[in-house]
């Protein structure tokens, strides 16, 4: 969760949806969410690391037989290049 936290910041650059996501009650509610996901097996949370660093992450759930999208983040130094080609 670390790892999507900073990685989501810099993607948007401290803006407002940057601020928005690491405000501390945001992130209270995110961290008790994703421990009651893993818990139920519902939580889809994983980074792609280069050279032994995240430079992306992927933040979703699970409900029944869909995945869903909620969160992610990239390090905007490869922002010419897509995730599957770092």
């Known amino acids: 969760m670390s790892h999507l936290l900073a990685l989501h910041e810099q ?23 994703a421990r009651a996901m893993a818990e139920q097996q519902r939580l889809w949370l ?18 029944g037989d869909t995945v869903y999208f909620y969160q992610g983040g990239r390090d905007p130094r490869g922002s010419g290049e897509s995730g599957g080609s770092y």
């Open 11 to 33: 993607r948007v650059g401290g803006g407002g949806g940057g601020r928005r996501f690491r405000d501390p009650r945001s992130e209270r509610c995110n961290g008790s969410s």
């Open 46 to 63: 994983t980074t792609l690391d280069l050279d032994g660093r995240p430079v992306a992450a992927w933040y979703g759930f699970a409900s």
